[in-house]
């Protein structure tokens, strides 16, 4: 159908060519021309097996080919002279004359006759103006209809395939929550009695400590714990995608079905959305998602789609978010809404006893992964463990633990596999780190020792950072504050 136009534009602008040469061509040469041109658009046409209607900028119909009649049961004599702005004013044909556009597989139902057609459309353009307009099209047949059920259903399969990728269940429960310590047990049953509610849930507590533990429990102990537990980490995704990556997005299309991208919070459905570090949202997307959760539906980026919300959200933050409501940093009411329930988890220094059963637990881990046989760990490797402050909590515990069993020979860990860990702790000792200081100041120091060790290159930065079990961006961030501050 498009050579079809493109041919009928060349022996146009062959005709408008062939008569602008130097010197006037004779008339009859012309005329002999146009006939001749005439002739074999009026053959092309005809013998084409689909339909053909042309009508003039004004709208009024010049020319429909035989297998127009055919399909229509409309002759020519009861088509040609009528205006198809009244024929059929939002048909492709009007529609071209109206945009000046190009139109393709347009759906409609010719009501003269009661049948469905899909139709391409075109104008045509003489020096730059619009003098008429070309529309070519077909019966839906079954065939027709076939066809773009498959290529529905192969949108369908995508937009699907996407959700069962995104799915997944929460992976631990509160039996993985170890720790016998007073205040560590009483936040791990106020964090169980709290699975068993509807409320939104916000974990507080230092990177490391065990927010998203926490998380994946709380899911595991509530009644939502058959559907979906999905994570989005507001710290690792540019601010540029979160919002797709919350709501998801749908790409319109004129020549096929609309594209989806199901965002997190339609394919956490029924189940549990943990947005961690919920801190870190801008002012956009905190009023965004504070509209949602009120409204209780939300629509995907640039889609009309209303989709109803019914999720659990549980947050979690590493920093002070009542200090950055005070300071207009985050939306109060934002922060009142996924406060119902706050928990607190204390750092790794404040329950120190428990070092060893993380350990221990990590130990066991480590061996199935590597296929050793460690049983334990020595008394005096027990005591560097339980003299260390844990900086990055339990987090650089198992890393700790993971890097001593890659190392170990025997069945039990001693103090030369903590080899990293000893050398931390023998500079600390210079500090006096068993004195108490300000935390923030315990910050600094620890940086300085993690860059005084592994230098300010940008590799040695990415060791620190591995080290402090913190992200590159966090380390610079830090770097920046402590600039700031001298």
Same mark, same amino acid.
């Given at each position: 159908?498009? !050579?079809?136009?493109?041919?009928?534009?060349?022996?146009?602008?062959?005709?408008?060519?062939?008569?602008?040469?130097?010197?006037?061509?004779?008339?009859?040469?012309?005329?002999? @021309?146009?006939?001749?041109?005439?002739?074999?658009?009026?053959?092309?046409?005809?013998?084409?097996?689909?339909?053909?209607?042309?009508?003039?900028?004004?709208?009024?119909?010049?020319?429909?080919?035989?297998?127009?009649?055919?399909?229509?049961?409309?002759?020519?004599?009861?088509?040609?002279?009528?205006?198809?702005?009244?024929?059929?004013?939002?048909?492709?044909?009007?529609?071209?004359?109206?945009?000046?556009?190009?139109?393709?597989?347009?759906?409609?139902?010719?009501?003269?006759?009661?049948?469905?057609?899909?139709?391409?459309?075109?104008?045509?353009?003489? &020096?730059?103006?619009?003098?008429?307009? $070309?529309?070519?099209?077909?019966?839906?047949?079954?065939?027709?209809?076939?066809?773009?059920?498959?290529?529905?259903?192969?949108?369908?399969?995508?937009?699907?395939?996407?959700?069962?990728?995104?799915?997944?269940?929460?992976?631990?429960?509160?039996?993985?929550?170890?720790?016998?310590?007073?205040?560590?047990?009483?936040?791990?049953?106020?964090?169980?009695?709290?699975?068993?509610?509807?409320?939104?849930?916000?974990?507080?507590? &230092?990177?490391?400590?065990?927010?998203?533990?926490?998380?994946?429990?709380?899911?595991?102990?509530?009644?939502?714990?058959?559907?979906?537990?999905?994570?989005?980490?507001?710290?690792?995704?540019?601010?540029?995608?979160?919002?797709?990556? $919350?709501?998801?997005?749908?790409?319109?299309?004129?020549?096929?079905?609309?594209?989806? !991208?199901?965002?997190?919070?339609?394919?956490?459905?029924?189940?549990?959305?943990?947005?961690?570090?919920?801190?870190?949202?801008?002012?956009?997307?905190?009023?965004?998602?504070?509209?949602? $959760?009120?409204?209780?539906?939300?629509?995907?980026?640039?889609?009309?789609?209303?989709?109803?919300?019914?999720?659990?959200?549980?947050?979690?933050?590493?920093?002070?978010?009542?200090?950055?409501?005070?300071?207009?940093?985050?939306?109060?009411?934002?922060?009142?809404?996924?406060?119902?329930?706050?928990?607190?988890?204390?750092?790794?220094?404040?329950?120190?006893?428990?070092? $060893?059963?993380?350990?221990?637990?990590?130990?066991?881990?480590?061996?199935?992964?590597?296929? !050793?046989?460690?049983?334990?760990?020595?008394?005096?490797?027990?005591?560097?463990?339980?003299?260390?402050?844990?900086?990055?909590?339990?987090?650089?515990?198992?890393?700790?633990?993971?890097?001593?069993?890659?190392s170990v020979e025997g069945d039990m860990l001693n103090i030369k596999d903590f080899a990293s860990l000893v050398e931390i702790v023998n500079k600390t000792e210079?500090?006096?780190?068993?004195?108490?200081?300000?935390?923030?100041?315990?910050?600094?120091?620890?940086?300085?020792?993690?860059? @005084?060790?592994?230098?300010?290159?940008?590799?040695?930065? !990415?060791?620190?950072?591995?080290?402090?079990?913190?992200?590159?961006?966090?380390?610079?961030?830090?770097?920046?504050?402590? &600039?700031?501050?001298?």
């Amino acid at each position: 159908m498009y !050579k079809l136009y493109k041919y009928i534009l060349y022996k146009i602008e062959g005709k408008r060519v062939e008569g602008s040469t130097v010197g006037q061509q004779p008339k009859r040469v012309e005329i002999r @021309d146009s006939r001749r041109i005439e002739e074999e658009l009026k053959v092309l046409y005809n013998s084409i097996q689909e339909a053909i209607e042309v009508a003039g900028k004004d709208g009024t119909i010049q020319y429909v080919n035989p297998y127009f009649s055919r399909l229509t049961g409309i002759s020519p004599y009861e088509r040609i002279g009528k205006n198809i702005f009244e024929l059929s004013p939002e048909g492709a044909l009007a529609r071209v004359l109206r945009t000046h556009e190009p139109i393709y597989a347009h759906r409609s139902t010719m009501e003269e006759c009661d049948i469905e057609i899909i139709a391409n459309a075109y104008p045509i353009v003489i &020096e730059g103006n619009i003098e008429a307009a $070309l529309v070519v099209f077909q019966q839906l047949t079954e065939t027709s209809r076939l066809g773009e059920e498959i290529e529905a259903a192969k949108q369908m399969i995508q937009a699907l395939t996407t959700r069962v990728d995104q799915m997944a269940s929460s992976s631990y429960t509160f039996d993985d929550v170890l720790g016998s310590h007073p205040d560590f047990a009483f936040i791990r049953n106020k964090a169980r009695r709290s699975a068993e509610t509807h409320s939104p849930i916000m974990i507080m507590g &230092e990177s490391g400590s065990g927010k998203e533990l926490f998380a994946h429990a709380i899911h595991s102990g509530s009644t939502r714990s058959h559907k979906p537990f999905l994570k989005v980490d507001c710290a690792n995704i540019p601010e540029s995608l979160l919002e797709v990556e $919350l709501l998801g997005y749908e790409k319109k299309s004129q020549d096929r079905a609309s594209e989806r !991208k199901l965002g997190k919070l339609e394919c956490a459905s029924g189940g549990t959305l943990f947005l961690d570090e919920i801190g870190l949202l801008n002012d956009y997307l905190q009023d965004k998602l504070l509209h949602i $959760l009120l409204e209780k539906k939300f629509q995907p980026v640039d889609g009309t789609q209303v989709i109803e919300l019914d999720i659990r959200i549980i947050t979690a933050t590493n920093r002070d978010l009542r200090t950055m409501v005070e300071n207009g940093q985050f939306s109060p009411d934002l922060y009142h809404l996924l406060g119902g329930i706050e928990i607190q988890i204390p750092p790794l220094r404040m329950h120190k006893e428990d070092a $060893l059963t993380y350990a221990q637990s990590f130990i066991y881990k480590a061996n199935r992964k590597l296929g !050793k046989h460690v049983i334990g760990i020595t008394t005096q490797a027990e005591q560097l463990l339980l003299d260390y402050h844990w900086p990055g909590n339990i987090r650089e515990l198992r890393n700790v633990i993971e890097m001593a069993m890659d190392s170990v020979e025997g069945d039990m860990l001693n103090i030369k596999d903590f080899a990293s860990l000893v050398e931390i702790v023998n500079k600390t000792e210079e500090i006096h780190y068993r004195e108490p200081m300000a935390l923030d100041e315990l910050e600094k120091r620890m940086i300085r020792l993690a860059l @005084d060790r592994y230098g300010n290159s940008v590799e040695g930065k !990415k060791r620190a950072a591995g080290v402090l079990n913190i992200s590159l961006a966090t380390l610079y961030n830090k770097l920046k504050t402590l &600039e700031d501050n001298v």
